[in-house]
Each structure stands twice: as structure tokens, then as C-alpha cells.
């Protein structure tokens, strides 16, 4: 049996939309459907079936052909349900939708960068129905990237810039950019980075962490650890993350805690490399950089 079909047969919940009311729907096994429904959805999957799709790409006439399912959602009242007239603003939610048109699978939809579509293999492990649209919180969302050991790094990526204003990410870009221009000056011993706060024997997240505002140093931390993960130099240590060829190879901990200068040398180059791929993923994903 294919993923669609075991979605389709084995859950107690089918959220979908309404075609004649608008909203979200929800049915449950033999009891009547429920209209407009307002539930926390706890380990939820999405899916369609590819004929319905099709039919409806077609005709240009909508059908119920995707579903978000779960064996687990719940009423809660005293629920804060976002608000949607509000759509980016300050909310911890990010909306979940599907077009038929654009592709068979939802997806995640983010201000800054282009949409994340949901595998139906992956598990959400906190969604909510506000009636008329789904969301995601981003903690939840950061949760389940942390479950799959950041794997998904490019959802961490889009995270992380629907969680920060633009100017927070012109600063990390600045200081990125200044760092990598003056190289070959740091890797000489030199220590002034101009117009920046720079330490020569601390690695770049405490670097970047002093050069942007406190209120963005969890998400930032967050995405550092995303981001190395994705880096093909990555040492494995999300706390080391760069590599000494020359002082301790297998141990970036303990290179990092003897080394005084964490920029010059086969070490320091390797610093400069990830600032590099760094800064490739902070600008390719948002187009007013």
C-alpha cells in the first residue's frame, strides 16, 4: 500500500477543507462532521490523493483530495487561536496551506523565503485548526527539526527568517561580510574588524552573538546549530563545529579550548570556510539582500 493510502486508512482524525463553507472540516470515524473546527491536532500528517488532484487540474473544479490526519486532536478553549487577520506580524504561528495547482503536497508558507513543502512522511507534533486555516507554532516546529536531528536543515534555514526582522539579518550578513573581506589581515594575527565587535579567540557564534541584538541570540543559536549540521566540514560537535587538521583532528573541543587564535592557520582557514557557506545560506534565501 502506498504512504497515501495508509494515511487515508489508518487515522481516527480527516481534517480538510469546505468547499461550501471555506473552512477546515474535520471527520471522525462514524460520528458526524464537525464545521469550522477549532482543535489542537497533536502528531499530524498531510496528504492527497494524486486522482483527485488530477481531476481537479483537470476540470478546474474543486474536490476533497487532501487531508491533514492524526489520532489525536482535542477542543481547548482557553486556546490562543492566531489571529488571522494579523498574518506576520509578531505571531509564533506559521500557516500550513495546499494549492493544487502548485503541487500535491502542503505546504509551509514563509514571508521572507520561498514555501517548504510537508513530506507526507513527516510528523507534526503540534498543528492547530483556527476554523478557517492551519498553522504550526515555531517552537513546535523547531521541536521537530531537533527530533529529526536537523535533517531538514533548509526548513531550519526558513525558521529561522520568518522568526527575525530584516535588519537583524543585515547585521549577521555585514559582519559575515567584513570578516571574510579582511581574511587575509585576521589570519596574519590581525584583530580589528571595522565598524564590528570582533574576538580573535572566540569562534563565530560568539561573534555574531555580540554583533546583533539580544532578542534574536536563541533563534540565532538555533540556526547556527541547523546550519553546521548542513556544512560539509562540519565536525560533528554543533558546539566545535569547525575542524583542526593540524592540533587535534578527532577532538574539535579540545582544539578549540587550546587554541588561542581561532583564526589563523589550517584552523582559522577552516573558520573563514564555514563563515563563507554561512553567509551563502543567509542571503539565498532572502531576496531583499
Not at 463553507?21 to 482543535?39: I, M, R, Y
Not at 492524526?70 to 498574518?87: I, T, V
Not at 505571531?91 to 494549492?99: A, H, Q, V
Request: positive net charge; charged residues 20%; glycine residues 6%.
Amino acid at each position: 500500500m502506498s504512504i497515501t493510502g495508509k494515511l487515508r486508512n489508518q487515522f481516527r482524525f480527516r481534517f480538510y477543507r469546505n468547499l461550501n463553507k471555506g473552512g477546515w472540516s474535520v471527520s471522525e470515524s462514524n460520528l458526524p462532521v464537525v464545521n469550522e473546527a477549532k482543535l489542537v491536532v497533536y502528531d499530524a500528517q498531510f496528504y492527497s490523493r494524486p486522482a483527485g488532484r488530477a481531476q481537479v487540474i483537470e476540470s478546474g473544479v474543486k474536490n476533497v483530495h487532501a487531508y491533514m490526519v492524526s489520532n489525536s486532536a482535542y477542543e481547548d478553549n482557553h486556546m490562543y487561536f492566531y489571529n488571522d487577520e494579523d498574518k506576520y506580524t509578531t505571531s509564533p504561528f506559521i500557516e500550513i496551506s495546499y494549492n493544487p495547482f502548485v503541487d500535491h503536497r502542503f505546504y509551509l508558507d514563509f514571508k521572507y523565503s520561498n514555501r517548504v513543502y510537508i513530506e507526507p512522511t513527516w510528523v507534526l507534533p503540534y498543528v492547530i485548526s483556527s476554523a478557517t486555516k492551519l498553522y504550526i507554532g515555531k517552537g513546535y516546529l523547531y521541536q521537530f527539526l531537533k527530533e529529526q536531528k536537523f535533517e531538514h536543515a533548509n526548513l531550519a534555514n526558513k525558521v529561522f527568517f520568518d522568526d527575525v526582522q530584516i535588519s537583524d539579518v543585515i547585521k549577521i550578513r555585514d559582519f559575515l561580510q567584513t570578516l571574510i573581506k579582511h581574511r587575509n589581515e585576521i589570519m596574519c594575527g590581525g584583530t580589528v574588524l571595522p565598524q564590528h565587535t570582533f574576538d580573535e579567540n572566540a569562534g563565530l557564534c560568539d561573534n555574531l552573538i555580540d554583533n546583533t541584538p539580544n532578542r534574536i541570540h536563541d533563534v540565532l543559536s538555533k540556526w547556527l546549530q541547523a546550519m553546521f549540521r548542513e556544512w560539509n566540514g562540519f565536525s560533528g560537535s554543533v558546539y566545535h563545529p569547525v575542524k583542526d587538521p593540524d592540533y587535534s583532528p578527532n577532538d574539535p573541543g579540545k582544539a578549540y579550548a587550546s587554541l588561542t587564535n581561532k583564526y589563523i592557520g589550517n584552523y582559522g582557514a577552516n573558520r573563514f570556510k564555514l563563515a563563507k557557506f554561512l553567509l551563502k545560506r543567509l542571503t539565498e534565501n532572502v531576496s531583499d539582500l
